[in-house]
Nanobody, 126 residues
Framework: QVRLVESGGASVQAGGSLRLSCTTFGVTFNRYSLGWFRQAPGKEREGVAA????????YYADSVKGRFTISQDNAKTTLYLQMNSLKPEDTAMYYC???????????????????WGQGTQVTVSS
């Protein structure tokens, strides 16, 4: 049974850094694509970064390119999101998600990801 547990969310000031972790259970990293989504109050959930199975191609939303880095540990049980130069607009609930099959590696389609964690809150103050 697939289970995802996020941690690492916190309140930080603009310009600061955070590293989110997603501990996975029942996920074979070379068979699942893994990603981070976020949802701010009143807004739709959006894809932030992903690592796709079958080669490890990564995807980043334009809003986080150059600031966020997605990675996984060597044991392939934990997914990370290193977030640098945080901005107030990065404030959101961040979710880890897994997909057995994705229709494209050039975007993060919400419907492709069918396993979700409970989320971890990131708040960036100006």
């Amino acid at each position: 049974q697939v289970r995802l547990v996020e941690s690492g969310g916190a309140s930080v000031q603009a310009g600061g850094s955070l590293r989110l972790s997603c501990t996975t259970f029942g996920v074979t990293f070379n068979r699942y694509s893994l990603g981070w989504f976020r949802q701010a109050p009143g807004k739709e959930r959006e894809g932030v970064a992903a690592i796709y199975s079958g080669g490890g191609k990564t995807y980043y939303a334009d809003s986080v390119k150059g600031r966020f880095t997605i990675s996984q540990d060597n044991a392939k049980t934990t997914l990370y999101l290193q977030m640098n130069s945080l901005k107030p607009e990065d404030t959101a609930m961040y979710y880890c998600a897994a997909a057995f099959f994705v229709r494209t590696v050039d975007a993060m389609r919400l419907g492709d990801f069918d396993r979700w964690g409970q989320g971890t809150q990131v708040t960036v103050s100006s």
